[in-house]
């Protein structure tokens, strides 16, 4: 007796496993589907223009201008200091709705 209900119960998990299964097959399928679609939107999309054309000023002016300011350095700590300013104000965003500050 004590055989059958063991196999019974081997049988539930069974089941339950299998459900598990077509529940994550289902949902990974859905996600790529999503993939798909997204993908196939961005493919819709227009090539990018050519870069513009520089003949009116040498491309060594702006060489020499790097190498006597990095520009390049100006541009990212700019864009850093911005992103954690934005990072603030949503994090104070928060704060001042949980009377924290």
Known sequence: ???VLNQILCWIVAIANMV??????GINALIAAIGAAVAGI??????MP???DWGGVPTEVFSYA????????LVTSI???AVLWL?????????????VI
């Open 87 to 99: 990072a603030w104000q949503a994090v104070a965003a928060i704060l001042r709705i949980g009377k």
């Open 42 to 47: 961005v493919s819709l999309l227009p090539n």
């Open 79 to 81: 864009a850093g200091l």
């Open 66 to 73: 790097n190498w006597v300011f990095p520009l390049g350095f």
């Open 50 to 52: 050519a870069g513009p």
């Open 1 to 3: 007796m004590l055989d």
């Open 20 to 25: 598990l299964w077509a529940i994550m097959t």
